[in-house]
């Protein structure tokens, strides 16, 4: 039997991989130090563990591990600023320890980068602290992997949404958000302006059925997985169906991204499940 080893695995995207991975009859198993991530989460024939990644090697020092997907990392783009420690320490800290672990282990890494790198032209790369490390990471696995002949897989997510989204506190997601205010009553939805930054919103499923065929089939950088359909913030607020209040703009706030998906679909990928109808289900009627 193969054994799984998700970091993160008791967050928003973790959870969903990890209950697909044991409906594949892996062995699987966590590593979260539920900064984001909760007990609410946990899939029962997960074995779940504590802990930063910085300690990876201590914890499963005596665990066989043949994949490792790598999605434990600090996850906002304009709170990274105010965060710049956490960032430096869950992201910057924590992969080259996971790359030893690795390569000591002779496990494929599949790691999730972040689409940042190609907003506005790529000119975003170095617009926040989040943004740079991610970028950086992926440039260090590459090397690295390369170096010592391992197995990876560098993914690429886009705008993630769906059940058991974070709606509540600083790791919140926008469609989350505007849901939880439109069911809580709130007559207007706070936009950070300009509004008309566009986002690839691609449900979660869609996002898990993109790393398992990566995991299985993909090698090296490039693997985008985002829905084709983009929709501004505005526009999903229309969607939701409530007048906006218009707020500041954000540091590190990106226009656009492109979604490179071409080395994920010739896999065998698309996106099967949409916004618009996962909207359509979860707002409450008036």
Same mark, same amino acid.
């Given at each position: 039997?193969?054994?799984?080893?998700?970091?993160?695995?008791?967050?928003?995207?973790?959870?969903?991989?990890?209950?697909?991975?044991?409906?594949?009859?892996?062995?699987?198993?966590?590593?979260?130090?539920?900064?984001?991530?909760?007990?609410?989460?946990? *899939?029962?024939?997960?074995?779940?563990?504590?802990?930063?990644?910085? !300690?990876?090697?201590?914890?499963?020092?005596?665990?066989?591990?043949?994949?490792?997907?790598?999605?434990? @990392?600090?996850?906002?783009?304009?709170?990274?600023?105010?965060?710049?420690?956490?960032?430096?320490?869950?992201?910057?800290?924590?992969?080259?320890?996971?790359?030893?672990?690795?390569?000591?282990?002779?496990?494929?890494?599949?790691?999730?980068?972040?689409?940042?790198?190609?907003?506005?032209?790529?000119?975003?790369?170095?617009?926040?602290?989040?943004?740079?490390?991610?970028?950086?990471?992926?440039?260090?696995?590459?090397?690295?992997? @390369?170096?010592?002949?391992?197995?990876?897989?560098?993914?690429?997510?886009?705008? *993630?949404?769906? @059940?058991?989204?974070?709606?509540?506190?600083?790791?919140?997601?926008?469609?989350?958000?505007?849901?939880?205010?439109?069911?809580?009553?709130?007559?207007?939805?706070?936009?950070?302006?300009?509004?008309? !930054?566009?986002?690839?919103?691609?449900?979660?499923?869609?996002?898990?059925?993109?790393?398992?065929?990566?995991?299985?089939?993909?090698?090296?950088?490039?693997?985008?997985?985002?829905?084709?359909?983009?929709?501004?913030?505005?526009?999903?607020?229309?969607?939701?169906?409530?007048?906006?209040?218009?707020?500041?703009?954000?540091?590190?706030?990106?226009?656009?991204?492109?979604?490179?998906?071409?080395?994920?679909?010739?896999?065998?990928? @698309?996106?099967?499940?949409?916004?618009?109808?996962?909207?359509?289900?979860?707002?409450?009627?008036?």
């Amino acid at each position: 039997m193969r054994k799984i080893l998700v970091t993160g695995g008791a967050g928003f995207v973790g959870s969903h991989l990890c209950e697909s991975l044991l409906r594949k009859n892996y062995s699987v198993f966590s590593l979260d130090n539920y900064s984001s991530g909760t007990l609410n989460n946990h *899939v029962d024939g997960v074995a779940y563990f504590t802990g930063d990644t910085k !300690q990876i090697a201590d914890i499963f020092k005596d665990q066989k591990i043949d994949v490792i997907f790598h999605l434990g @990392e600090y996850p906002r783009v304009e709170r990274s600023f105010e965060d710049i420690d956490l960032v430096f320490d869950y992201n910057w800290n924590s992969i080259y320890e996971v790359l030893k672990f690795a390569k000591d282990k002779k496990a494929k890494i599949i790691y999730s980068g972040s689409s940042t790198k190609f907003g506005d032209q790529g000119t975003t790369i170095h617009q926040s602290p989040y943004a740079f490390v991610k970028h950086t990471n992926c440039e260090l696995i590459k090397t690295y992997c @390369e170096w010592f002949n391992l197995k990876y897989a560098i993914t690429y997510f886009y705008n *993630v949404y769906g @059940e058991g989204e974070i709606a509540l506190g600083k790791y919140a997601t926008v469609v989350a958000i505007f849901l939880h205010l439109k069911k809580s009553g709130e007559k207007v939805l706070p936009v950070v302006s300009p509004g008309t !930054q566009k986002r690839n919103f691609t449900d979660v499923r869609d996002i898990v059925n993109g790393l398992l065929l990566v995991a299985d089939k993909g090698y090296g950088d490039g693997y985008g997985i985002g829905s084709h359909q983009s929709f501004s913030i505005l526009q999903l607020a229309d969607m939701i169906g409530l007048p906006v209040k218009m707020l500041p703009a954000r540091k590190g706030n990106r226009l656009d991204a492109p979604v490179l998906s071409d080395k994920t679909t010739a896999l065998g990928w @698309e996106a099967k499940y949409f916004l618009k109808d996962y909207i359509k289900k979860e707002k409450p009627l008036k």
